[in-house]
């Protein structure tokens, strides 16, 4: 299909999402999957639709945003997390501050939220949780969940969390308040700051090399000293090095002070 350049550049002033930041093969062939669906022929026509209904444009982001998430996702590294890195932390300083990067549905950060209650009171915890995607954030402030989405979850969780009706799973008001779910578009916008842990999963496999850098030297300036980036299971980094980060555990990085010239 001809006129993804311009397709681009204009899905960009309309929802600031730079597709240039994304791996062009893999994104560009699923618009067009969906465009065909849609009954669509061209890029363009595509756009003027897009454009005009805004159900449409709810349901293109929503496609190429990819929410596909659950709770406890690779339960072995929430062990190492929990049995290696959080004690790590708790070495270093005694509140910590929190951030699930593309937390998606929620279940990310909810996880994160009931790890933590093993070390802390509830009012201690806070998690920030952000999303470029505001159909996905808002589904996690509503926090209704397939029994699916649950399997990795230890059951004391799921018995102590949830209330089960109609075969879905809602989520406890006590795990929800620790959670503050904001819009952030990692490739634009300015992160927060003294973060002692960020977890960053599934979603650096969609980015450029390009803009993947770009976000490892941001993930650097945002954590606190000693501070650790939680990554996905097929997204561990190339030469950590290269942006002062020092491999602690399979998937854990930590940040290293940088020497003073
Ligand atoms: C596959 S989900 C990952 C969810 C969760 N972290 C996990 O590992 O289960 C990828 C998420 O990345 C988000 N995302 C994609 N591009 C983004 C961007 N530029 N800024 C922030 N989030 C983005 C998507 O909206 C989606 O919710």
């Known amino acids: 299909m001809q006129g993804y350049k311009a397709f681009k550049e204009k899905v960009y002033k309309l929802t600031g999402i730079d597709l240039n930041s994304y791996k062009e093969r893999q994104m560009k062939r699923r618009i067009e999957s969906l465009i065909s669906r849609n009954k669509f022929t061209s890029f363009n026509s595509y756009f003027n639709a897009i454009k005009r209904d805004s159900k449409l444009r709810d349901e293109f982001i929503n496609y190429l945003t990819i929410n596909v998430s659950e709770f406890y996702r690779n339960p072995e590294q929430w062990k190492v997390l929990e049995h290696n890195i959080i004690p790590y932390l708790l070495e270093l300083r005694s509140n910590l501050k929190i951030w699930s990067v593309a937390c998606s549905t929620g279940e990310e950060p909810y996880s994160l939220v009931m790890l933590l209650s093993k070390f802390f009171p509830f009012d201690q915890i806070l998690v920030l949780a952000t999303d470029i995607d505001r159909g996905a954030l808002e589904k996690a402030s509503i926090g209704v969940y397939s029994e699916k989405s649950l399997d ?31 819009h952030l578009n990692l490739l634009e916008d300015r992160y927060p700051n003294q973060c002692d842990l960020i977890i960053c999963r599934n979603v650096m496999i969609y980015f450029t090399e390009e803009a993947k850098d770009n976000i490892y030297r941001k993930f650097y300036n945002s954590l606190s000293n000693g501070g650790v980036l939680f990554v996905g299971s097929t997204e561990q980094i190339i030469l950590p090095n290269r942006y002062s980060l020092v491999p602690l555990e399979t998937f854990f990085y930590k940040k290293q002070a940088r020497m003073k010239k």
Do not use: A, H, T, W
């Open 152 to 182: 990795n979850l230890p059951k004391e969780f799921v018995q102590s969390f949830f209330v089960k009706s109609d075969g879905k799973y809602k989520i406890s008001e006590k795990i929800k308040k620790r959670v503050n779910f904001r």
